[in-house]
T-cell receptor, first 110, second 116 residues
Framework: GQNIDQPTEMTATEGAIVQINCTYQTSGFNGLFWYQQHAGEAPTFLSY??LDGLEEKGRFSSFLSRSKGYSYLLLKELQMKDSASYLC???????????WGAGTKLIIKP | EADIYQTPRYLVIGTGKKITLECSQT?????MYWYQQDPGMELHLIHY???????EKGDLSSESTVSRIRTEHFPLTLESARPSHTSQYLC???????????????FGPGTRLLVL
């Protein structure tokens, strides 16, 4: 089958660094997205990886290892507004449909 | 400003009623999607479209239908609502880009549906 695994929930402290992992097993791979979703709102695009390595964008970075079926999202200098769910999604084929993980709920404490 | 809109934002309706959830985007994107998401759960694709007059069923079995008569409009219809349809429905659109993130999906604000 095809699935994406993420931790259900993580807790971190304001100002700290947190790493959210995502492992995937899919029949194909054409890229991986990370989205942020605040409670009751729609997902918003954070990052995209298609080649191995680290993509940095401000306080957020995303890493991909295609051979290991593994990605992580790294959030630095955490702020209270970073409290949200973080969704990992994989493009499984040339039709660019996404397979979504259930998301990791990140709780930031003062 | 280019955006994606959904109406209504909230809907409470009785069992057996026919409902249509509206989705419109002003970005000129070819592809559009409908997802269903329960709280704390993953998004499930229920319908998608590659362009005008194109509609496909997604992975989640659904008693809903869609139409794509205009590029910007992708309504979702439930012929007979049931309590099991209670959920959040998210509409998204995307466009292929040769450089950068391929087919980044942009989401509307969602419709929260409660069927009594």
């Amino acid at each position: 089958g095809q699935n994406i695994d993420q931790p259900t929930e993580m807790t971190a402290t304001e100002g700290a660094i947190v790493q959210i992992n995502c492992t995937y097993q899919t029949s194909g791979f054409n890229g991986l997205f990370w989205y942020q979703q605040h409670a009751g709102e729609a997902p918003t695009f954070l990052s995209y990886n298609v080649l191995d390595g680290l993509e940095e964008k401000g306080r957020f970075s995303s890493f991909l290892s295609r051979s290991k079926g593994y990605s992580y999202l790294l959030l630095k200098e955490l702020q209270m507004k970073d409290s949200a769910s973080y969704l990992c999604a994989v493009i499984k084929d040339s039709n660019y449909q996404l397979i979504w993980g259930a998301g990791t709920k990140l709780i930031i404490k003062p | 400003e280019a955006d994606i809109y959904q109406t209504p934002r909230y809907l409470v309706i009785g069992t057996g009623k026919k409902i249509t959830l509206e989705c419109s985007q002003t970005m000129g994107h070819d592809k559009m999607y409908w997802y269903q998401q329960d709280p704390g759960m993953e998004l499930h694709l229920i319908h998608y479209s590659y362009g005008v007059n194109s509609t496909e069923k997604g992975d989640l079995s659904s008693e809903s239908t869609v139409s794509r008569i205009r590029t910007e409009h992708f309504p979702l219809t439930l012929e007979s609502a049931r309590p099991s349809h209670t959920s959040q429905y998210l509409c998204a659109s995307s466009e292929y880009r040769a450089g950068g993130p391929k087919e980044t999906q942009y989401f509307g604000p969602g419709t929260r549906l409660l069927v009594l």
